[in-house]
């Protein structure tokens, strides 16, 4: 049911990148003016875009205010300035606006990731997982209070996670009463890695959350929601019973906040400090007139209570970084995770 339903959000991505192209095709007549690749833009996003929602966002007042900014003959640098800051607006991480001398980002996005971060990585590095630390597929890692915690360092989604590798960690440390997967400033990367993290814990066939995928050029058109349960157990490992602690920050964006998500289904997971950065929605694109190009969200996911988290998944536990623990060379929201798991 997972991989079913990857796999149709995976289609959908594909069919609006070759809409796109086709349109292109047909409507490509020499050199496209400014205003004509501005309303190729503004429409693509008006039609196409799944989160105006939660966003919050007046579409309709965004084309007023920068289309009175676009003007026959301008720059490529000053056209690129303008389509960027418009989709800007929307303030989305999978946003994304690719030319050859530029590619915009969300500025709310980047100030909530460096601004809001809820880690100091050298104090991580020096102080816990050290010089003699052991390193595995995408996995640094290391045995914390005398091996009584496993402590996992997951980096980024596009890092290797195999089922077999976090078992082979766990399998090391029989005597931890749990382990902390630390996945604070993950910007995301291959949704496969969920799965194969949660391959190892418990599973009940569980409803983790809903997915929706637009399909009509409203606003509110989309196709029927599509259910994603865990997986039953993998016979091919003992599940993971005992607690895992999961670390988030504003940071932790697109497969991190989907795996944030996921925890909610499992009675051995929790999540501890702060929210996460959000990107639920997985993104599509195509190319616009004069060959830049674009993507942007084209699903939404809800979750099991209904709410859609897209800004963010919020923790089980709030703990902010303690600037005073810094400077003693203490990480109190790792100190915290041990002292869940220990006193459980």
Same mark, same amino acid.
Request: glycine share 8%; with cysteine; charged share 20%.
């Given at each position: 049911?997972?991989?079913?339903?990857?796999?149709?959000?995976?289609?959908?991505?594909?069919?609006?990148?070759?809409?796109?192209?086709?349109?292109?095709?047909?409507?490509?007549?020499?050199?496209?003016?400014?205003?004509?690749?501005?309303?190729?833009?503004?429409?693509?996003?008006?039609?196409?875009?799944? $989160?105006?929602?939660?966003?919050?966002?007046?579409?309709?007042?965004?084309?007023?205010?920068?289309?009175?900014?676009?003007?026959? *003959?301008?720059?490529?640098?000053?056209?690129? %300035?303008?389509?960027?800051?418009?989709?800007?607006?929307?303030? &989305?991480?999978?946003?994304?606006?690719?030319?050859?001398?530029?590619?915009?980002?969300?500025?709310?996005?980047?100030?909530?990731?460096?601004?809001?971060?809820?880690?100091?990585?050298?104090?991580?590095? $020096?102080?816990?997982?050290?010089?003699?630390?052991?390193?595995?597929? *995408?996995?640094?890692?290391?045995?914390?209070? @005398?091996?009584?915690?496993?402590?996992?360092?997951? !980096?980024?989604?596009?890092? !290797?996670?195999?089922?077999?590798?976090?078992?082979?960690?766990?399998?090391?440390?029989?005597?931890? !009463?749990?382990?902390?997967?630390?996945?604070?400033?993950?910007?995301? @990367? !291959?949704?496969?890695?969920?799965?194969? +993290?949660?391959?190892?814990?418990?599973? %009940?066939?569980?409803?983790?959350?809903?997915?929706?995928?637009?399909?009509?050029?409203?606003?509110?058109?989309?196709?029927?929601?599509?259910?994603?349960?865990?997986?039953?157990?993998?016979?091919?490992?003992? #599940?993971?019973?005992?607690?895992?602690?999961?670390?988030?920050?504003?940071?932790?964006?697109?497969?991190?906040?989907?795996?944030?998500?996921?925890?909610?289904?499992?009675?051995?997971?929790?999540?501890? @400090?702060?929210?996460?950065?959000?990107?639920?929605?997985? #993104?599509?694109? @195509?190319?616009?007139?004069? *060959?830049?190009?674009?993507?942007? #969200? $084209?699903?939404?996911?809800?979750?099991? &209570?209904?709410?859609?988290?897209?800004?963010?998944?919020?923790?089980?536990?709030?703990?902010?970084?303690? #600037?005073?623990?810094?400077?003693?060379?203490? &990480?109190?929201? +790792?100190?915290?995770?041990?002292?869940?798991?220990?006193?459980?």
């Amino acid at each position: 049911m997972l991989k079913r339903a990857l796999h149709i959000v995976s289609l959908a991505a594909m069919t609006v990148v070759l809409l796109a192209s086709c349109e292109k095709a047909f409507i490509r007549n020499g050199e496209e003016s400014a205003t004509e690749v501005f309303e190729y833009l503004w429409n693509r996003v008006d039609s196409q875009y799944s $989160l105006f929602d939660v966003k919050a966002v007046d579409w309709d007042s965004i084309h007023e205010v920068y289309r009175q900014k676009v003007t026959d *003959g301008m720059s490529d640098d000053s056209l690129f %300035r303008v389509l960027a800051t418009m989709l800007n607006t929307l303030n &989305d991480g999978h946003v994304n606006l690719i030319t050859p001398f530029d590619i915009s980002r969300s500025e709310e996005i980047f100030l909530q990731t460096y601004g809001r971060r809820n880690i100091e990585p050298n104090i991580v590095m $020096l102080n816990y997982l050290g010089a003699d630390y052991h390193s595995a597929g *995408g996995f640094a890692y290391k045995g914390l209070r @005398g091996d009584s915690v496993i402590y996992i360092r997951y !980096s980024s989604f596009s890092n !290797s996670a195999s089922t077999a590798t976090l078992n082979m960690i766990v399998k090391r440390y029989p005597h931890a !009463s749990g382990m902390i997967l630390d996945m604070r400033q993950n910007g995301g @990367g !291959s949704v496969e890695n969920i799965w194969n +993290i949660l391959a190892l814990m418990p599973a %009940r066939h569980t409803l983790l959350y809903s997915t929706q995928i637009k399909s009509g050029p409203g606003h509110e058109e989309f196709s029927e929601l599509e259910k994603v349960y865990s997986s039953f157990d993998n016979g091919d490992y003992e #599940p993971y019973r005992k607690m895992v602690v999961v670390l988030t920050d504003r940071g932790s964006y697109s497969a991190t906040s989907f795996f944030a998500l996921c925890t909610k289904a499992y009675d051995n997971m929790i999540t501890l @400090g702060d929210t996460t950065g959000g990107g639920l929605g997985l #993104p599509g694109g @195509g190319e616009l007139p004069n *060959g830049w190009v674009y993507r942007f #969200p $084209l699903t939404r996911t809800i979750a099991p &209570d209904g709410k859609n988290y897209e800004n963010g998944v919020p923790p089980d536990t709030i703990v902010i970084l303690d #600037p005073a623990a810094t400077a003693a060379g203490k &990480d109190n929201v +790792i100190e915290s995770a041990v002292e869940r798991i220990l006193n459980d």
